[in-house]
């Protein structure tokens, strides 16, 4: 297969760069990997792909892996698409679905663009990885620099989940604790690169992990039958599932493969505890302000300062969205209520977006008869810190009082 990469390009300023070597960021923002969309639509079309193995790079003529290079893969994606009727019966919908990220091999929606990073990573002739993390995605570049045969350093703060932590020492990697933010982290990968050799895998910080997040927006057109829902309702940190899913669906539109023209109303949502992207989409600002004393159970949502705020903000207006922030103190109730529902093991980072589903039906933002999809960034599992348990005991097995069930 052919690779149909032209430049990359300047999210701030449309800088075009060449595709063909390492690059980072331009005035300090993200960048975009751009393709002849007119030779891929040439080469390949809905049906071919249909026909191919059920993994991300199915869509291969849409990413950026260079020709004749392999790819690092743990066979990631597809993810199914879920109906969940109950809980939304519960939430005021007939239409809501769950696209269950937590199936990847790593537990996350981190898999999609680890591989591609790492893919890429290992195609420059980089040895050695570094990320900062709120936890699931070092786990993910744990394992694929494992994959891989590279050596990689991960830097997440204190309080990260600890399966999280666990996943990252079995791979292998070089893991610390840093006594402070994702950002902290952030600035001891941005300082050492250079003397250390690392490429950095940080949200944003490099063009290709925005490719392999986009790869969910690609699938759930695919599952839809070329079509896309009414809203699309995302837990953001960093942003970049939402942002890579716009960009898929704008190049699918470019293609031609769509059956409408209607694109979904994209749903940011965050915690009240680290809500950057809501005040300033509330504000009518471009650019979102860092949060001050960033906190929330929800790891993944606590990104004081994404380098893709402008990403994130134009994504969610251009779709007609919203940008939400909800109760820090129901995240873990939503999360449980969610988990008995529908046996989906949400997360509790999409367990917020139950709550930014039912604020909206409330604003009548989202209608009844609206197609919603939430997505399901990660495993519930990983995160034993979120809900106590303290369960009943049975202390004779051979003497039960059966009354005792009905409870």
């Given amino acids: 297969m052919s690779c149909f990469v032209t430049?990359?390009?300047?999210?701030?300023?449309?800088t075009r760069l060449p595709h063909d070597r390492i690059q980072t960021v331009h005035e300090g923002r993200p960048l975009w990997v751009r393709y002849d969309l007119e030779a891929v639509g040439r080469a390949v079309d809905p049906e071919t792909i249909a026909g191919r193995e059920p993994t991300l790079w199915r869509y291969r003529e849409l990413l950026p892996l260079p020709d004749g290079a392999e790819a690092v893969t743990l066979g990631e994606g597809m993810t199914p698409l879920l109906c969940a009727p109950r809980?939304?019966?519960a939430l005021g919908l007939d239409d809501l679905r769950i696209k269950d990220e937590s199936q990847l091999p790593t537990g996350s929606f981190k898999s999609r663009g680890l591989s591609m990073a790492v893919t890429m990573a290992r195609h420059f002739g980089t040895k050695r990885l570094a990320i900062p993390t709120a936890g699931n995605a070092g786990g993910a570049m744990s394992a694929y620099a494992a994959r891989a045969g590279m050596e990689a350093y991960v830097f997440m703060p204190q309080d990260t989940p600890v399966i999280n932590q666990l996943e990252c020492v079995l791979a292998g990697a070089k893991t610390f604790?840093?006594?402070?933010?994702?950002?902290d982290c952030g600035a001891?990968?941005?300082d050492g690169k250079d003397r250390m050799g690392w490429f950095d895998c940080s949200t944003l910080k490099e063009p290709y992990r925005i490719e392999?997040?986009?790869?969910?927006?690609?699938e759930l057109a695919e599952q839809l039958g070329w079509t896309l829902p009414d809203v699309i309702v995302y837990p953001t940190g960093g942003g970049t599932g939402l942002i890579g899913m716009w960009k898929a669906f704008a190049e699918l539109r470019q293609l031609g493969w769509l059956k409408s023209d209607r694109m979904p109303r994209m749903v940011a949502v965050q915690s009240d505890g680290c809500a950057p992207i809501p005040r300033a989409f509330d504000a009518g600002e471009r650019f979102a302000s860092p949060w001050e004393n960033a906190t929330t159970c929800a790891s993944g949502l606590r990104v004081p300062a994404a380098v893709g705020d402008f990403m994130i903000l134009d994504a969610v207006r251009e779709s007609g969205g919203w940008a939400v922030a909800v109760e820090e103190s129901r995240i873990a109730d939503a999360m449980r209520r969610a988990i008995a529902s529908e046996g989906i093991a949400l997360c509790p980072e999409s367990a917020a977006c139950v709550l930014g589903i039912e604020k909206l039906v409330a604003r009548g933002c989202i209608s009844r008869n609206d197609r919603v999809v939430l997505f399901n960034t990660?495993?519930?599992n990983k995160y034993i810190e979120i809900i106590p348990l303290k369960l009943p005991t049975i202390e004779n097995a051979r003497d039960v009082d059966y009354n005792i069930f009905d409870l």
């Fill in 7 to 14: 430049h990359l390009e300047s999210a701030i300023d449309g």
């Fill in 87 to 89: 809980l939304g019966a």
């Fill in 177 to 183: 604790l840093v006594n402070g933010l994702i950002t």
């Fill in 378 to 380: 990660g495993a519930a």
């Fill in 212 to 218: 392999g997040k986009k790869t969910m927006g690609l």
């Fill in 188 to 190: 001891i990968v941005r």
